[in-house]
């Protein structure tokens, strides 16, 4: 069983959910829902937990961020899950996007290229029942192929170019959003019409970029 927030949090992550996510055009109920179900407090560093519910991105750690909440509502959203949906995620970091993913689709596989966030993930995971999310260490620009396709891929940090691996690991009628750029960044969603790949340009943003590797614990 996921583990109960207390009463405090669960009303900071309402308001969280209908001041910063409702209110700027998100409309999903399902994304909503899983919003409000994520505990956010919990993913964040303890001396940040009073910045858990802040309209901005925070720190984990070795280079990495925790998202915006809007940022991951409107990206979940971009992706058009179904709860029927496999999907791909390319940067586990804390496992809060993680959640997010597994709150609505049926099989969530997450890719993170720092060990030891991974393993934090997939402790802390664990620990609030999730048992839909496969977790591996590696390159995310090579995707996860032995899993694909998959009806969805989200990118959590922004690539110069959109990387041919993991378009190729979508499934007909799948769904690519990620962050695309160097100095100007923006979200690009792509979806799969059989060898055709459709290209939208979203909204401007800024992410931390996405490396390969694995890392080594303590580079930054």
């Known amino acids: 069983m996921r583990r109960e927030s207390d009463g405090e949090n669960r ?50 750690g070795h280079g990495q961020t925790i998202s915006q909440p809007y940022i991951v509502a409107y990206m979940t959203q971009e992706l058009g899950l179904r709860p029927a949906d496999r999907v791909l995620e390319i940067g586990t970091g804390c496992g809060y996007q993680t959640a997010v993913l597994a709150e609505i689709a049926a099989e969530v596989y997450t890719v993170e290229v720092v060990p030891e966030l991974a393993e934090q993930a997939r402790e802390r995971l664990g620990s609030l029942g999730y048992a839909n ?8 620009t090579r995707g996860w ?57 979203l909204i401007a943003v800024r992410f931390v970029p996405l490396v390969g590797g694995p890392r080594r614990g303590g580079e930054e």
């Open 133 to 140: 999310i496969s977790f591996h260490v590696g390159d995310g």
């Open 11 to 60: 009303r900071l992550r309402e308001e969280m959910v209908r001041t910063q996510i409702a209110s700027r055009g998100i409309d999903d109920p399902l994304v909503l829902r899983a919003m409000r179900e994520v505990p956010r407090e919990l993913m964040v560093r303890p001396e940040d937990i009073r910045y858990a519910f802040h309209d901005g991105p925070l720190s984990i």
């Open 145 to 201: 192929p032995e899993h694909a396709p998959y009806d969805a891929i989200i990118v959590t940090a922004a690539p110069e170019s959109v990387p041919e691996a993991l378009k190729e690991q979508l499934a007909d009628g799948g769904r690519l959003v990620l962050p695309v750029g160097a100095a100007m960044q923006h979200l690009v969603r792509i979806a799969r019409r059989g060898d055709r790949f459709d290209e939208e340009l």
